[in-house]
């Protein structure tokens, strides 16, 4: 179907998610992963992602399309790009990074991990392990003492919010 | 959740990208993140390196010793309480010492610097970010210590000027201590006459100190245990004053270079290159002191009593102190 002119020119990609949704997009494109850029080497044109999603795998799309065109005149537009990617929920940055951790696409990672930490830096334990959805398995007491022992890190007011 | 298997490695990461002291804080958070922040050795590696990266994250200000009154912080009296205790304490819950009682007394190296008590002679080793603190195995005499880190072993190692009395005369000798290992000793250098206690700077592996009237920069390799000296640029080769706050501002050694008529400039010291470059609108103090404040919401003082620090991590500190 998208057999136009354009696309036998340029070597194309199939990424298959983990819901098996297929995704064509241009080598070059595709290549900013590592782990893409590793199969392509070794001669794969359809690349199967079990550990990725249809939600993530788009929006890592739009991202690796975006960051391919990077010349100096867009840069800006790049910036609201990437800030736009990263305005959403800690559950959807999770799933996003887990894809970017697995496709080895490093600036991505560096973004999203940092997005993440700014967001939690001044957050209480208990909206982290909320948002992380951890139990906590300290017995009260050992929690009691391992505050009282880090009590220097807990003057003060914390963010209790989980966005 | 099965998506989430490999969630350990992205939470390593995560965490690389936060400061000290929200670290200090999700300890609590669970056990594996306890063991993560505090135990894991490349995990502190690469908080390290991630913090010495960021233009924001890989400086704090702080002060450590301006306590005017006693009324006016109620918490210093309890200031002793962290003193006593064997390893690791906390300091609750600021960073004031009376200056009588507590002086710092090394200069400082990733974040990390030397206390010395006056009324025991006790010396600890302080982590200005976290306020952990950690007695050394030695009480000594008043003299300072130059606090350094060996970038390839990734050990940390004092060097202590000392008196020796020998027959009428008194010498002054240099030795050197590696902290962390289990079977160290003070092992006595051969040093250049000139070098004295005086205030020192560390920087990538490096310790350097400048002279007054002399027209060079001496330096100790870490690595190497090492002395060595370069001279100061060619017009400017009266004597330097090294520069604490740009030096840790840029990562790269800057001094105040003097002529024969006493006018300076400030000077860049590149050393891959060996070589200086003059430094273009030196900033004024108080504008930097303002950036770093800015940069990190810290209580400020008025008459701040400074000390420029990198952000470590604690297990750092532990692990390089656990002498036995």
């Known amino acids: ?163 | 959740m099965e998506k989430h298997q490999c969630f350990d490695d992205i939470v390593f990461e995560i965490l690389t990208w936060l400061p000290a002291k929200s670290l200090m804080r999700f300890n609590s958070v669970s056990k594996a993140w306890n063991t993560l922040i505090r135990h894991n050795l490349n995990f502190a590696k690469s908080h390290i390196a991630r913090s010495q990266a960021r233009p924001t994250g890989s400086r704090l200000l702080f002060e450590l010793d301006v306590v005017p009154d006693e009324e006016e912080y109620p918490a210093t009296k309890e200031k002793n309480r962290g003193l006593e205790e064997f390893p690791l304490q906390q300091l609750a819950p600021h960073h004031y010492f009376y200056r009588k009682e507590m002086q710092i007394c090394s200069n400082h190296c990733n974040g990390l610097v030397c206390l010395y008590s006056v009324k025991d002679t006790q010396v600890y080793l302080f982590n200005v970010t976290t306020g952990e603190i950690k007695a050394l195995p030695f009480s000594m005499n008043e003299h300072p210590f130059c606090l350094g880190f060996d970038l390839v072993t990734e050990k940390y190692k004092l060097l202590h000027v000392f008196e020796k009395n020998n027959e009428d005369n008194r010498i002054t000798k240099m030795r050197i201590l590696t902290l962390g290992t289990k079977y160290s000793s003070w092992r006595i250098l051969s040093m250049p006459s000139v070098i004295s206690s005086s205030r020192c700077i560390y920087l990538k592996g490096v310790l350097y100190w400048a002279h007054f009237s002399r027209s060079y920069i001496f330096y100790f390799d870490l690595r190497e245990e090492e002395f060595g000296v370069f001279s100061l640029p060619q017009e400017y080769s009266y004597f330097a004053l090294l520069n604490d706050m740009q030096t840790a501002l840029r990562g790269k050694l800057v001094m105040n270079c003097f002529n024969w008529k006493f006018e300076d400039t400030d000077w860049i010291y590149d050393e891959l290159k060996r070589s200086f470059t003059k430094l273009k609108n030196s900033a004024n103090r108080e504008e930097e002191m303002f950036v770093f404040l800015e940069s990190e919401k810290i209580d400020k003082s008025e008459k701040a009593h400074v000390l420029v620090t990198t952000p470590s991590v604690m297990n750092i500190v532990r692990d390089s102190t656990s002498l036995v």
């Open chain 1, 1 to 163: 179907m998208a057999s136009t002119t354009e696309t036998k020119q340029k070597k194309m990609l199939i990424l298959k998610s983990a819901d098996n949704d297929e995704f064509e997009i241009e080598e070059s494109v595709g290549v900013q992963s590592e782990t893409i850029k590793n199969l392509v080497e070794d001669g794969f044109t359809f690349v199967p992602l079990p550990n990725v999603y249809t939600k993530a795998l788009i929006k890592i799309i739009d991202y690796l399309k975006k960051h391919a065109n990077k010349t100096d005149s867009n840069d800006e537009e790049i910036k609201t790009f990437d800030k736009d990617f990263v305005n959403t929920t800690f559950d959807d940055l999770f799933e996003l990074v887990s894809a970017a951790n697995y496709l080895h696409i490093s600036c991505l990672m560096n973004m999203l991990c940092q997005t993440i930490a700014d967001r939690i830096k001044d957050k209480s334990p208990e909206a982290v392990r909320k948002i992380f959805h951890i139990n906590c398995d300290y017995t009260p007491e050992e929690e009691a003492k391992i505050r009282k022992a880090n009590a220097q890190a807990f003057e003060g007011q914390f963010d209790e919010s989980l966005d």
